[in-house]
C-alpha cells in the first residue's frame, strides 16, 4: 500500500527526507514550513501539491498518513502528540521531546494507539555495514563483548562567529554536542551489541562562553558569517567525554565534539570481543575492520554478496558502487514504512518511541553526572 507523507519542517532535514522517500516510492503530498512563505517555496522547488498554511490543516488533510517531524527540538513534543491524536503515524528527528516527561507522555500516547507506527529517526542504524556489526555480534562472532569506544566528532561551530538555534538550550535543550549527535552514536552502539548503557560518567566543556550571534537566521551547516551580530551567553557544551558501563559487564567511552578542527561528520566505533573486535567510520562508511588476535586482519568492503543474509537487504548497489549518508535516511525509511505495511509480528528496526524516550532518559543521566561529579546510574525503567 503506497503511503502519503507530509513533511513538517523545510530547513535541511526537510530537503533530506523528501529525496529519500521520494526514492523509496513514497509520495511527499504536503509540506509545512515555519512560513506560509517557506512552505510554498519548497512546495515549488520539489513540486510537492500542497503548502500547508498551519498544522491544522495539515492534520485535517485525510490524504496524509505520515508526518515526518523535522523542526527545531522544543516542537517535537507538541507536533507528536498532535499528530497521534489526529490517527497520523509519525517519524520525528531526535530528539524526541525535551525532557523524559515529556518523552514517557509520548511513548504511553502511542501505546493507547497500537494501530499507528512512532519511530524516531536514528539513520545511522542503516549504513549496511552497521547492520552487518550487529549481525556477527548476534551470532556470537565476536564472543564475549569486552569494551567499546569511540567518538563523534564535527567542526561546523569551532569559531566562536558560528551560530546556530542549537546552542540556545530554549530551543535545543540543556546538553548539546551530546544531544545533537553523540545520542546518534550511543543509539547505533546500542543497538549494534544489543547491550544497554545502564550507568555514565560525564564531563562537559563549553569552549566558547559567548558567541556573536547574527541578526537573523541561520541554516544548520550553513556559513554564518554577516555583517551584524551580537553576542549570545552560551551554556551548552561544545565538546564532552564520556564513561560507561554496560548491562553484561562490558565498559565504553565516547568522545563528542563539534569544535574539531577538518572533521565534518565523523562517527567511529571500535568493537572489542574475546574473538574479534570490529571498527567503523562513518566518513568511509563502505569498509568495516575485522581485527584478529592469531592471523591477518580483514578490511571488509561492501558488497551485497559479501554480507550476512540478513544484512544484504540493507544495500542496494553492487560492490565497488560506494553508499552512504543519503542512503542511510533511504534505508531507514524503507524499515519504517515496510513494518508500518506488515503484520507487525516482528520487532522494528527502526528506533521507536520508547528507544527515543530512553535516549533522552540517557542524556539526562548523563548531565547529572557532569553537574554532580560522579556515576550516574540509568533506573532499570528507563525513566
Known sequence: MQQRAALVGTGFMGWVHCEALRRIGVVVAGVLGSSQQKSVAMAEQY????AYANYDELLTDDQIDVVHVLTPNASHFSLCRAAIDA??????????AMNSDQSAELVELAARHPQLVAGVNYNMRFYPLCIEARMRIQSEDLGRIFHVH????QDWLLKSTDYNWRLQAEQGGSL???????????????FITGH???AVCADLTTVHPTRE???????TFADSTAAQTEPLAIDTEDHGHLMFQFAGGATGSLTVSQVTAGRKNCLRFEIAGSRKALAWN?????????????????QLLRDPALLTQTARPSTSYPGGHNEGYGDSFKHAFHAFYDFLNSDRQTAPQQATFADGHREIVLCEAILASHRQRRWVAIPDDGR
Do not use: F, M
Open 87 to 96: 490517527g497520523k503515524h509519525v517519524l520525528c528527528e531526535k530528539p524526541l
Open 213 to 219: 550571534r547574527p541578526l537573523g537566521e541561520v541554516q
Open 176 to 190: 548539546r554536542a551530546v544531544a545533537d549527535i553523540g545520542t546518534h552514536w550511543l543509539d547505533l552502539v546500542q
Open 196 to 198: 544497554k548503557i545502564v
Open 282 to 298: 562513518s566518513e568511509l562508511p563502505n569498509q568495516l575492520w575485522i581485527g584478529h588476535r592469531d592471523q591477518a586482519n580483514e
Open 47 to 50: 513540486g510537492i501539491q500542497n
Open 150 to 153: 569511540g567518538s563523534y566528532v
